[in-house]
């Protein structure tokens, strides 16, 4: 029994280290891209890479305030994350070059926060001697927690469109629309346009900007794409959650992802 502890422990330990090192290496990663993007002008990136750093400090913060142990996964995901969303997918492109970036992103996004609703429920249910709450019950408050997260991200996109004139909710070429809006009778019954082969934008100051095979959409289909994929990393983590409260098996592949209450 001794030998078992000692080995578990020393895993443990192993694991530990291998967290900071992800965590140091990313941070020399983000400071250097900070100092590069600094000395080239570009402001805007610099305070980013300066926002990531910040968010580097999350899980120690979770730990020291509210004495929650972020499994070694988890805080390992959650640096890569904001690594991978921040510096490689802004500052890099990687939004616009490598296919599906976003697409990943958001549905790990979903998966991520379903563990953390995941890990406040449960934390309650186990801790309180007159909540009891069933399995399906900690899953949907997940679910929800999740989702609710998804779609404050999604105000946080809009409203930086908006007013800062970014373009986090990434617009796209659409080739074909139906709209009320053009109905020559006024009547609630859509137009059908289909394989549009080229739109036209024209500004007061006289330029014309010619855009090929469709028109621009400016985010709502990027919108609905991320939440929906986010609901996809919710269900998936919620079904495997429920599963892992129901028989609490510490060997379980979803206990590397719910944060614990420090003893």
Request: proline share 2%.
């Amino acid at each position: 029994m001794k030998s078992f502890y000692k080995m578990m422990k020393k895993k443990y330990k192993e694991t530990k280290k291998s967290s900071i090192a992800i965590y140091l290496f990313l941070r020399v990663l983000v400071i250097i891209c900070a100092i590069s993007e600094f000395f080239k002008g570009n402001y805007a990136n610099t305070l980013l890479c300066l926002v990531s750093l910040v968010l580097f400090t999350i899980p120690t913060l979770i730990k020291e305030k509210f004495k929650i142990e972020l499994p070694n996964a988890l805080e390992a995901i959650v640096y890569l994350f904001i690594f991978s969303a921040e510096i490689l997918g802004e500052i890099n492109n990687f939004y616009k070059v490598i296919p599906y970036w976003d697409t990943m992103l958001h549905t790990l996004n979903g998966f991520l926060c379903a563990g953390v609703g995941f890990a406040l429920i449960d934390l309650l249910n186990q801790n309180s001697k007159y909540i009891k709450l069933s399995p399906l019950y900690v899953a949907l408050v997940a679910f929800c927690f999740s989702m609710t997260v998804g779609v404050c991200w999604e105000f946080l996109e809009y409203h930086a469109d908006i007013f800062l004139k970014t373009d986090m909710q990434k617009d796209r070429i659409v080739s074909s629309i139906s709209s009320v809006e053009l109905n020559e009778n006024k009547e609630n019954v859509p137009v059908i346009v289909k394989d549009i082969a080229s739109t036209e934008i024209k500004t007061k100051n006289g330029d014309t900007i010619i855009i090929e095979n469709g028109y621009l959409d400016i985010g709502l289909i990027d919108t609905m794409k991320d939440l929906l994929v986010n609901l996809i990393g919710a269900i998936v983590f919620c079904t495997l959650g429920g599963i892992y409260v129901k028989n609490r098996d510490q060997n379980h592949f979803v206990s590397n992802f719910i944060p614990k209450k420090i003893e």
